[in-house]
């Protein structure tokens, strides 16, 4: 029986470890005993001076990979890039009631012991076995590195205070004054991807001018990146929407969008002046497929009784304004940019959309419990003063 303090010690140190960031690797095994994959967090580098470098990874007993690894002698570490969270999802198991076969999320190829490797990680380890012990819960498998995968380019995934982030570059000062002074006067952004370009440039101008000697990074991503940035404490505050916020993050609003539709110059819907979901029903749509903002804007036309018909999704604003100058369809969107020109030189128009259709909203958020450092307090200000917001 546990004792009072074993298990105050235990949850302790879990959320101690918590706070350790590690990269995010899944370990696939195949051979005798089966072909199975699981996601780990607990891999290190052993020594890279014994006859051939070795590693460390820890499996948890109840995984049936851990019987897996034993019976085939083998394994492959895929050390993934910080745009395949879904691999680590799927084997760790988060989509069981949706994926059959966890290797369906992703294409493999089989490293020379014959355990798949992801087509495209960061880094594929290719192990054999050389010695394991239990230790408490865990299997530690001692592997000898037997091949190598190396991408040409990519950042890891990283997995710290339970939930996803990426390994950003930080410019170390010359001096530790310097060092000092640059601590106090950094801030991290956190925006989402299609209305960041937008909306962010002119308030990081106006802060920046008031303000000469502080450093803005930005992060830019789709909702789940942005809000992971937030709850990881990689950005200090960031500009999402409002849809689908966890309970660990405080947020106002902005601003409202409404949507819009974007044409061609020369669709035959251009020669209106207003558009209704009705208008829309026999053409093609362009689909912005970055969740919240697929799901919003086809439901705008769901709502009205109208099935969208998509042609082409994207989640790649400006592929979708391309998409649309080529004359392949419309698209419904929210956020306006100044241009009205395609990348590759076709016009295009907007036109209000007559519907009965609740607004996107626009939020900054911070994370729940946590101040704000000075810096967060004065982008506060001028979001608000950008937005009309102070009183």
Known sequence: MTSPR???????????????????????????????GVTVSAMSSVSADTPRPTLLICVNEASPVAAQIIGNGVFCVNILKDDQAYISDTFAGRFKDQVADKFDCADWRAMPSGAPRVVDPLVGFDCHVVSSEKVGTHHVFFGEVDDI?????????????????????????????????GARRRLTVGCFHTFGPVLLPDIVRRMTEADEGLQIELIEGDQRRVQEAVMAGEADL???????????????????????????????????????PDDLAEHPMILLGESPSGDYFTSVLERAGVAPRVAYRSSNFEMVRGL?????????????PAASVSYDGHLLVTRPLMADVEPTRVMLATRRGVPPSPQAERFIWFCRDYFDLNE
């Open 6 to 36: 074993a298990a105050e010690l235990r949850d302790r140190f879990i959320g101690g470890m918590s706070h350790a960031a590690s990269t995010v690797s899944v370990v696939t095994t195949d051979g005798p005993a089966g072909r199975g």
């Open 149 to 181: 995968f190396i991408a040409e380019g990519g950042s890891p995934l990283i997995y710290a205070r339970r939930s996803y982030s990426a390994a950003t570059r930080i410019e170390t000062p010359a001096t530790v004054t310097v060092a000092g002074k």
């Open 238 to 276: 960031a500009l999402l929407y409002d849809t689908g916020l966890p309970e660990g993050l405080e947020a106002m609003l902005l601003t409202e969008l409404s949507p819009y539709v974007l044409l061609a110059q020369d669709h035959p819907l251009a020669e209106k002046h207003t558009l209704t």
């Open 324 to 336: 649309v100058g080529q004359r392949l369809g419309f698209a419904l969107l929210a956020t306006r």
